[in-house]
């Protein structure tokens, strides 16, 4: 499976802070709107968590469109591998849907979208 390392190149503070002065972050596997739920939760504490409402997927904000561009400088789709966060484990999963921040897209519709 094809995976890429990435290096964050913003603060997780100043994450927070253009999650809370946005309109709502979007979920890179299902389309879904995502939660901010602040920090100090087990087992990274130090780490920010973002949850989707609708799938349930967790990270420190790279398995969003808003926050990927932010954290790592591109779009997710435009990598076209399989991702996860490292501090929240989850599925491995491959983006998909359009992207609201490049609006770049991929073939397979976000989960959401179908629904």
């Excluded at 491959?94 to 921040?101: A, K, L, Q």
Aim: charged fraction near 20%; proline fraction near 8%.
């Amino acid at each position: 499976m094809a995976t890429k390392e990435h290096i964050a190149y913003l603060p997780y503070a100043e994450l927070a802070r253009v999650y809370r002065e946005s309109e709502g972050w979007t979920c890179v596997t299902c389309g879904g709107p995502v939660e901010f739920m602040e920090f100090g939760h087990e087992p990274q504490p130090r780490m920010p968590l973002f949850e989707c409402t609708i799938c349930g997927r967790r990270s420190d904000g790279c398995q969003t469109f808003e926050g990927h561009h932010l954290l790592y400088g591109g779009c997710p789709l435009e990598e076209n591998v399989s991702s996860r966060c490292g501090y929240w484990l989850g599925d491995w999963a491959r983006p998909r849907g359009t992207c609201p921040v490049c609006h770049s897209s991929s073939r397979t519709p976000a989960i959401a979208a179908r629904s």
